[in-house]
Structure formats: structure tokens, C-alpha cells
């Protein structure tokens, strides 16, 4: 997998590793950096493209829409009751 272009605009989430502070960039900033400031604890955090690859993974993972199929199968089932 590579780093996809498509989320070059969208906010994409992911924590510092030293301090779990959330941090919230576009992935385009995360595409091209290597490391930053983490400012929940201000340490210096070196950032691979594997850690990137997993993040990008996360994100489309997590914020695919629901198909109407999936939905249904998370419905209950109808109740059916004899006289």
C-alpha cells in the first residue's frame, strides 16, 4: 500500500506515541514530514513511513461508510407471534 493521495485534505487522527496526546493533522502534512514537536509533551517524535502506512490504514479503515447491506444485518430480528 502507499500513501494515499486521496487524503491529502482530510484531518486524519492519530497519538503521540510518548504521551498519547491526540494530534489531528491534514495527511499531507503527515505524507511529508519525519518528525515533529508533539505539543501535549514537547518531545521531538520521529515518524517512518511504516507508522504512516498504519495511520493512513486506520483511517480509512475506521471512517468507511456503512453499506445499506451491513446495516441490515445488524438489525434486529422481527419478532413473528401465533395466536
Avoid at 34 to 60: M, N, P, Q, T, W
Wanted: net charge positive; aromatic share 8%.
Amino acid at each position: 500500500m502507499h500513501l494515499s493521495l486521496e487524503l491529502n485534505d482530510t484531518p486524519v487522527a492519530f497519538i503521540c506515541p510518548i504521551c498519547s496526546h491526540p494530534i489531528v493533522k491534514k495527511g499531507s502534512w503527515l505524507r511529508t514530514i519525519g518528525s515533529f514537536k508533539c505539543d501535549g509533551c514537547g518531545a521531538k517524535v520521529r515518524i517512518g513511513y511504516e507508522e504512516k502506512l498504519a495511520i493512513f490504514e486506520r483511517h480509512l479503515r475506521d471512517n468507511q461508510p456503512v453499506s445499506p447491506q451491513r446495516q441490515s444485518v445488524n438489525k434486529p430480528k422481527r419478532l413473528i407471534r401465533w395466536s
